[in-house]
């Protein structure tokens, strides 16, 4: 992981569809890293995250619900 995107993520679910929303956030200049997520956080077991950096947080929530990429959960900064 970089060592500037520690601290926030969101949980995506799929494999398939958190390469989608980095795709989609690399269109727009933001770096993020996909990580699997802890089983705890999803519910369903086995489900992949985002990890960016925080200050990107409300840009990445705008580019993702842009492209219709459903997040599960966001966790820290400012959480919505």
């Known amino acids: 992981m970089h060592k500037d995107l520690e601290g926030c ?11 989608r929303a980095q795709r989609a956030l690399a269109r ?5 890293d ?4 802890d089983s705890g ?3 369903r ?3 992949y995250a985002l990890s960016f950096s ?3 947080q409300k840009n990445v929530q705008r580019i ?3 492209n219709g990429i459903r997040v599960k959960a966001y966790m820290g900064g400012d959480v919505e």
């Open 9 to 19: 993520a969101c949980i995506i679910g799929s494999m398939t569809e958190t390469l």
């Open 28 to 32: 727009e200049a933001i770096l993020a």
């Open 34 to 37: 996909t990580v699997k997520a």
């Open 41 to 43: 956080k999803s519910r």
């Open 45 to 47: 077991g086995c489900a």
């Open 54 to 56: 925080c200050t990107q």
């Open 64 to 66: 993702l619900e842009k």
